[in-house]
Nanobody, 124 residues
């Protein structure tokens, strides 16, 4: 079992930055790929980014490539995955979720564990 808790959301002006964190509980955190997804009002949940269990591989949605950076810290039981979001746009406004998967990928159905989400609002 993996329990995930996100933090770091908030209100920011367009062009600004936010840093989202996701803390995982459970001894097997380092064996999971960790992803970030988002869901805007009235829209389906969509993939944002994923990082492999070792941190060696990352993959981004085209809409955030070059602006967002995913990282993770498996050491010292920190069990944290971070999403640094720069050059934010109003269309980035959504609830952001972190999730854990046994496989590296962008498909929602791969992810067995989800956090409760954190709201990101970007004003124009």
């Amino acid at each position: 079992q993996v329990q995930l808790v996100e933090s770091g959301g908030g209100l920011v002006q367009a062009g600004g930055s936010l840093r989202l964190s996701c803390v995982a509980s459970g001894r097997t955190f380092s064996s999971y790929a960790m992803g970030w997804f988002r869901q805007a009002p009235g829209k389906e949940r969509e993939f944002v980014s994923v990082i492999s269990w070792s941190g060696a591989n990352q993959y981004y949605a085209d809409s955030v490539k070059g602006r967002f950076t995913i990282s993770r810290d498996n050491a010292n039981a920190k069990n944290t995955v971070t999403l640094q979001m720069n050059s934010l746009k109003p269309e980035d406004t959504a609830v952001y979720y972190c999730a854990a998967s046994a496989s590296f990928g962008a498909t929602i159905s791969l992810y067995a564990y989800w956090g409760q989400g954190t709201q990101v609002t970007v004003s124009s």
